[in-house]
């Protein structure tokens, strides 16, 4: 059974025109890569742009559980990264996608818990904030058990 989010990466898929690509490549992005986007856009200034990359992460983490470890790794760093950003929709949704990839398998909740950790010690209190709640959450017995049945991806 395919889910709802394939059928709509599916849709945009079969819209996709040359002109736009090549636009886009114009600019330096390439949408050649997984996920139906290059990478969450994370690094934009808009709110909620920035905020939209981070729940697509969320989202991945919790549905497409064919994707590798690794992926999810290299979300982690963007995660670290952006952290400190202090608005509200911003720093929900970074909290968000930390701890859904927390809760994927024992190998990625021992990374997140690491990046919650590190996380809870920095400067930004956005980022204090983010990491002490993704790590009181990671670290409940009940997110262990859960990590520990499903193994690794």
């Known amino acids: 059974m395919r889910s709802r989010s394939h059928e709509v990466l599916k849709s945009l898929k079969s819209l996709e025109d040359p ?3 090549a636009g886009m490549a114009r600019f330096g992005i390439s949408p050649a890569l997984a996920y139906g986007v290059p990478k969450p856009a994370t690094a934009a200034g808009g709110e909620f742009v920035k905020r939209a990359g981070f729940v697509l992460m969320a989202s991945l983490a919790v549905h497409d559980r064919n994707r590798a470890d690794v992926d999810f790794v290299g979300f982690l760093v963007i995660i670290e990264r952006e952290a400190g950003d202090g608005r509200n929709y911003v720093r929900k949704a970074v909290n968000w996608a930390l701890r859904q990839i927390g809760k994927r398998d024992s190998s990625l909740r021992l990374e997140a818990v ?3 950790a ?4 920095a400067e930004s209190g956005s980022a204090r904030r983010v990491g002490a709640d993704a790590l009181r959450e990671m670290e409940s017995e009940a997110v ?3 990590a520990e049945t499903r193994g690794a991806v």
Do not use: C, D, E
């Not at 590190?118 to 010690?121: A, I, T, V």
């Open 118 to 121: 590190g996380l809870r010690q």
């Open 144 to 146: 262990r058990r859960r």
């Open 19 to 21: 002109a736009n690509v």
């Open 114 to 116: 690491r990046v919650a």
